[in-house]
């Protein structure tokens, strides 16, 4: 959801703009970024051979970062395809859409200033996807069109609470809002529906489709959940940029929290585990415990140069297919609670939160240190921890609790092959000043190049959750099962899922199991790293 504030609704363990000013009006994403000093592999980065182009059109004069945050997300998806522009809506030219292949229109309401070119683009066939109200729009400003649309727009709909697509019914949270409610004609093709219930038969169109206009009751943005109606744009972005994509559905694994106090016999036992049925996975490590309270070892830092039988483990855990990828340098910052109790695995590390007084965990901002460089330079000691510890440097980097400052993206630019986690996004990037207080995390159904210019791989199913906390109920089997099938509705999806490897691993190997049986191919990083450079 969109918070301001701000609350932050994330699941424990788990878990960013190239430079503040990259998002102004005309920025494009999905181009490499420039090569500097900390580049790890340049030969990785994201440099499709044959990348789409498509236009995004937003209403750079309503001042709304809510609808800023939405815009930037909308790109992120479509950096999955090919390279993106963001345009003023109210400015846009036939020259600035021509050549492109695909010009999408993000209203911000129904009054939303609009080019008379836009429209001109859409009625003259151009391929045009318009996310939410606004249409009158058309009827004012080409009749001819809209009549030959037949469709028609009524009041908003209230209370819709799933979506159904291609056979699934997807959850959509009330809170996200009324939809604008259209008629189509006989003429269009109905993508999928909006009810009030899962089982509702009074349902409502969400997605449609007339020739090249392609429309959704929203940009589904607010208010998210794992595998939820924002799949039916991220699918249909197959039909505008990809029409000729295989149908395939894949997934990944990731062991989280991994730290120097592990216990190797667990890491060893999961290994086997998942290597026995032949699935690829990853470790997500941190290479310094810190415990600055003393709560749990009487403070004292260990590194993993000082565990050698946990290096001893994360080496066979590589030999048997395992990816170990940084995830933080301690997970924890300073030497107070951040929220918890300061202790690794625990804290944030690049953001500052507290828990409330009705135990949620609240997001305060950035820290008052971080900046680019002290973001690199933490990354390079922790680089120098995996290196003492005779550990092959990661490529690959998710940063503690999915939470950064976007001076700490500018920090790791060029640093990694890939973030592998969900991403924070901020209101205001495409004006260059990203706000703290409007921000949101975002899940993926398959690997992007997102707005801050970096290769993005996917977690979009949680984790399981033995027993609730801080206002979260505890997740079974049976819904990260249920996420996976959801995420199934994507012709090409990475089911994506961590898992803490302290716990018993039967339930991580159940779920393993049903994907498996349903058909889910498991990848490793490099796979999906190497496809988006191809």
Known sequence: MILVGIILVFVFGRDALSRPVAGRIDQEI????????????????????????????????????????????????????????????????????????LVVYVSAGENSPISTDLIRWTSDGGPTLWLGGGLDQIATLAPDYFDRLGWSVGAPNSGLLAVDYRGTSLPRDQRAGDLPAVTASAGTEVLATATDSARSSLAAPYALRFDNLTWLAEAPFAYTTEADRGLVLADTLFDLLAPEHDERHRGMVRLEDVGPTANPAALRRISDELTARDVPFSIAVYPVWMDPRGRYNEGHAIRLADRPEVVAALEYMKSAGGTVIMHGVTHQLGDGPNPYHGASGEDFEFYVAHVDDDDNVVLDGPPAIADSAWTSDRIVWGLAEFADAGLDRPTVFEFPHYAAHWESYVGIEDMFDARYERTMYFGGLLRGEPNHRVADDQWYPYPVVDFYGELVLPENMGNYIEVGYNNHSSRGVDELVAISRRLGVVRDSVASLFFHPYLDPEPLLDVVDAMLADGVEFVSPSQLILEMNS
């Open 30 to 101: 999905g181009s490499p970024s420039a090569v500097g000093d900390n580049t790890l592999n340049s030969d990785l980065r994201p440099r499709r051979s044959n990348p789409t182009h498509a236009v995004v059109a937003w209403d750079a004069t309503a001042n709304d970062p809510h609808h800023e945050l939405a815009v930037v997300m909308v790109g992120n998806l479509l950096g999955h395809f090919g390279e993106v522009s963001f345009v003023d809506a109210a400015t846009i030219t036939t020259e600035t859409a021509t050549g492109s292949d």
